[in-house]
């Protein structure tokens, strides 16, 4: 944005600006054609020449403008009709912007004031008198000669009927590369019809597209030769899109393709085009089974329909609200709906999330399937209970779960409510920024190693890992779960991606979430090429004698035999997608449910209000259907807005003197950059692709860690500043630098927003720097220093005192945590000592020990310092004088830390 011409230098390769990049084309086509109306040149003739020559082809996968205008456009620059030329350029143009040819037919019309000349060639009901009916776009994938095309796009137009529930536009591609990157460059598609016989190579020459697909898509062309390219193709396209409705038009025994495994993939298969009826039917009916929100449907019926209600819930109807004389005024803020679809009744059409029988258990399974999992589990309390729910249905009290300390604080209380014995492994620092960064493979390698060697491994149930983290640290979750399975292959995951829902709609992000990487492995035991590579492996290392240090530096491989794949995934819903805050599920893809099944339901049933928010479950339920139908297009523009922010502020001759978005190599460590991906550059998306296969780390690109210490601002303080001075809301914050986050809300002016108050304040402090002379150089300067390098150093976890250990000697760190939680409810077990006092410092270098009574969370950075029964060491304490923030939980410094004592602790050591 510093340089505004750089925006028609979009690089059509890079994925996620290809949308952006077409849209500005048209943007600069638009502008050529102004001036060619004006006083046409030689030279304007040429740069519209070009333009049209590069936009034609990619127009090819798209329904709008379609080949009608397209070449109108062309005749109109052939004969140099410059001012029907600038005409039609700006209806397109203007029509791509907002997207209104979606609802407004006079968009596919070839001029302002005339009917279309070719009224069958326009989608007919699509117009506001019609009512809006949801647009979207079928691929056809045919082998037939491209002259026949225009008439069988017209066959699948004269199909539409009044009473259809979608409007669609055919788009036509005749091969294999085309077909793929219309999936991936035209958001639109919602259905692909394949018709077998279609050759593979483009029939256009898009040497960059071309080049794209080659590298982003892994295409095995040997097998292409075979008879089954059209099945190759479908499973191609819901490897990038699993939400798209595929068919199959073969003229081979119908009823036997549709037989074969390869076929799974596809929702019906044809015989010929002996039905083409039957063929648009299906492709609305795909599309309607997606747009179907049992739960918000059945409410919006309810909702309709004049109930008498004699249940507790006096804002059931508004009666109450609207009648009022002091309250009226929350009924007109809110609108009549809310109060008509609130009830507390799970009868006369409404389901009850404690015993799904009907359309909320329909709205679930929707989910599941959008979600990848086997189950889903709608939850109204955030994120926060989905975890509670996991740990209380999967850990028996006693068992060892591994977590990551750095774990949102609803893994810890779960686990004292659980019952489980926490093996506490530290994520990697990052010092410098006051943050930790994700939890390795090696150190929970080493963990299970060592409980192998201690004859533990029985007694340890799961694994608990956020993914992606609160700044943005991807795990390479498929890799987690092999090495670990490899050595506990019953072994239980929990992965928290209460921020990364989204990305279950990229085809990129999916390979590295919970469900994408479960099904990853599900198929790869299946495979018995696996089999033979884990047979080879075995032969090398035996059974992983956990003495063999080398095996830390192995890639282990699990016994397809005996490993299971059970994983859990909490996600807040309402963190990435269109829901109402704590809109949460629990999505689960567990081989060995039905053994704990049971346990779920009473952990769902514990946790679980008896009175649910009906417009919470509503929203997860449409929220689900958003994303199934337009996720893809959504999560490609907030990642491209994401990665502009990145580069503009770090561009920015001004802003970049003050601040700063961190890297991928200033946020990974080189040793979890395996491929050496270091920034979201132009043209480098094939080198993340490259890292999301083989890093142990990536960086979500939507999570930008925004450096404010070298503006003189620790975050706490820019966060206000950003609030008060410039209407912007960020949440998270470190000693230096602030977290910005990027959703499917987001838009270019939000990015203005935010550079433009960039600038201003760095305007500002070269303004307060030039004229303040030394001394304010020398203060700003100090200011700098101590947020950027006195950082105090982050406390790892120390160790659980003895009296919470079963035996006090082992070589594994896990304790009784729930124990030493309940002593400190007898107030006589607990005492109190100053933070600053000598005591402290004494009993640090002589003892007794210092035990914390509870969980002590400062915030930021957010995780427990301090848990219930853990020993307090000197750099805890150091960390805790060092810290300067205002909220820390569970510390009161007027009464000081709050320990068990030592007289208590001995008792229950004696027990
Ligand atoms: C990693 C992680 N897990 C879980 C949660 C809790 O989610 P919710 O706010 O939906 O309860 C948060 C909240 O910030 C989080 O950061």
């Not at 003739?45 to 070009?50: L, P, S």
């Not at 990551?404 to 893994?411: I, L």
Request: net charge neutral; aromatic share 8%; proline share 5%.
């Amino acid at each position: 944005m510093n340089n505004p011409t750089a925006i028609t230098g979009f690089d059509l390769a890079d994925f996620f600006s290809a949308a952006e990049a077409r849209n500005d084309r048209w943007r600069s086509l638009h502008r050529v054609a102004r001036a060619l109306s004006d006083r046409p040149t030689d030279k304007l003739r040429t740069e519209a020449a070009a333009l049209l020559a590069e936009l034609g082809p990619l127009e090819e996968l798209q329904g709008y403008p379609g080949p009608r205008l397209m070449t109108l456009l062309r005749q109109r620059e052939q004969s140099a009709d410059w001012s029907g030329f600038a005409r039609l350029v700006q209806r397109i143009s203007a029509a791509l912007l907002a997207d209104s040819y979606q609802e407004d037919s006079k968009a596919w019309h070839e001029d302002d004031e005339g009917e279309a000349y070719l009224p069958d060639a326009l989608p007919p009901a699509l117009s506001h008198s019609a009512g809006r009916k949801p647009y979207f776009e079928a691929l056809l994938v045919t082998p037939a000669e491209r002259n026949a095309w225009p008439e069988l796009r017209n066959q699948l137009r004269r199909l539409r009927r009044e009473q259809d529930e979608f409007i669609y536009e055919p788009v036509m591609v005749g091969s294999f590369e085309d077909a793929l990157l219309a999936t991936i460059l035209n958001a639109n598609v919602q259905s692909v019809v394949i018709q077998e016989g279609f050759p593979f190579a483009s029939q256009y020459s898009l040497p960059v597209a071309r080049e794209h697909l080659a590298r982003h898509t892994k295409i095995d062309t040997a097998e292409l030769a075979g008879c089954d390219s059209g099945l190759i193709l479908a499973r191609a396209i819901r490897n990038i899109r699993p939400e798209l409705d595929v068919y199959l038009v073969t003229d081979r025994a119908a009823e036997v393709v549709a037989g074969l495994e390869a076929a799974a993939c596809v929702r019906r298969v044809f015989y010929a085009v002996e039905e083409p009826l039957e063929v648009h039917l299906s492709v609305l009916d795909g599309v309607a089974a997606r747009y179907r929100t049992p739960y918000f449907d059945n409410l919006k019926h309810y909702a309709q329909r004049p109930i008498g209600t004699f249940h507790a819930l006096p804002v059931a109807r508004g009666k109450s609200i609207f009648k009022s004389n002091w309250i009226r005024d929350v009924g007109e803020f809110y609108g009549a709906t809310l109060f008509l679809a609130e009830s507390s009744a799970t009868t006369g059409g409404l389901d009850s999330l404690l015993e799904p029988t009907g359309n909320l258990k329909h709205a679930q399974e929707a989910a599941a399937r959008a979600f990848g999992g086997d189950h889903c589990f709608f939850v109204t309390n955030g994120t926060s209970t989905s975890n509670k729910i996991i740990h209380q249905a999967v850990v028996r009290p006693g068992d060892i779960v591994l977590i990551d300390r750095d774990c949102h604080k609803s893994h810890h209380y779960g686990l004292v409510l659980a019952g489980g014995q926490p093996y506490y492994i530290d994520a990697f620092p990052l010092a410098e920024y006051s943050m930790y960064g994700s939890l390795a493979i090696r150190p929970i390698k080493e963990a299970l190693l060592k409980l192998k060697a201690e004859g533990k491994l029985d007694k340890v149930r799961m694994v608990v890992l956020t993914n992606c983290t609160f700044d943005g640290h991807v795990a390479n979750v498929k890799r987690t779960m092999e090495e670990c399975l490899a050595i506990k292959p019953d072994l239980i995951f929990l992965w928290d991606e209460a921020w990364f829902g989204y990305a279950r709609f990229s085809p990129y992000l999916r390979r590295r979430t919970a469900m994408g990487a479960a099904a990853a492995l599900r198929e790869q035991f299946a495979n018995p090429a696996y089999r033979e590579r884990y047979q080879k492996f075995k032969a090398a290392t035996g059974n992983l004698n956990p003495k063999n240090a080398k095996l830390l530096d192995l890639h282990l491989l699990p016994d397809p035999d005996k490993v299971r794949v059970r994983v859990y995934e909490s996600n807040s819903v309402h963190k990435s997608m269109s829901c109402l805050r704590q809109g949460s599920v629990v999505v689960v893809a567990d081989q060995d449910f039905s053994t704990v099944e049971e346990a779920f339901h009473e952990a769902f049933f514990t946790h679980t209000s008896t009175s649910p928010n009906l417009q919470i479950l509503a929203t997860l339920d449409t929220a689900r259907r958003q994303m199934e139908l337009e996720g893809y297009g959504l999560v490609n523009r907030a990642l491209q807005l994401a990665i502009e922010l990145r580069r503009e502020v770090n561009t920015h001759p001004l802003i970049s003197k003050y601040f700063k978005t961190l890297t991928p190599a200033e946020m990974i460590p080189a040793k979890y950059r395996q491929s050496g991906y270091s920034d979201y550059s132009p043209g480098s998306w094939a080198k993340a692709v490259e890292a999301l296969d083989h890093d142990e780390f990536f960086l979500d690109p939507t999570r930008v860690t925004l450096l404010c210490g070298r503006a003189g601002y620790d975050g706490t303080e820019f966060k206000g500043i950003l609030a008060a001075e410039h209407d912007i809301q960020i949440n998270k914050t470190s000693r230096n630098s602030v977290l910005v986050q990027i959703n499917i809300n987001n838009t270019r002016s939000d990015l203005a927003h935010i550079i433009k108050a960039l600038a201003e304040m760095a305007r500002a402090i070269d303004r307060r720097l030039a004229n303040g002379g030394k001394s304010a150089r020398t203060a700003f300067d100090a200011r700098v220093k101590s947020l950027m390098e006195d950082v105090p150093d982050l406390p790892n976890f120390s160790k659980f005192h003895d009296a919470f250990r079963d035996q006090a000697k082992s070589a594994t760190p896990e304790g009784h945590m729930r124990d030493a939680y309940y002593l400190a409810y007898d107030a006589a077990n607990c005492e109190h000592v100053k933070l600053a006092s000598k005591e402290v410092d004494q009993r640090l270098a002589h003892g007794p020990e210092l035990v914390s009574a509870n969980f002590v969370i400062p915030y930021p950075p957010g995780f427990p310092i301090m848990v219930p029964g853990q020993v307090i060491t000197k750099e805890i304490i150091t960390f805790m004088r060092k810290l300067d923030v205002k909220e820390i939980h569970g510390y009161d410094a007027a009464l000081g830390l709050k320990l068990l004592k030592p007289s208590a602790l001995k008792k229950r050591k004696a027990r």
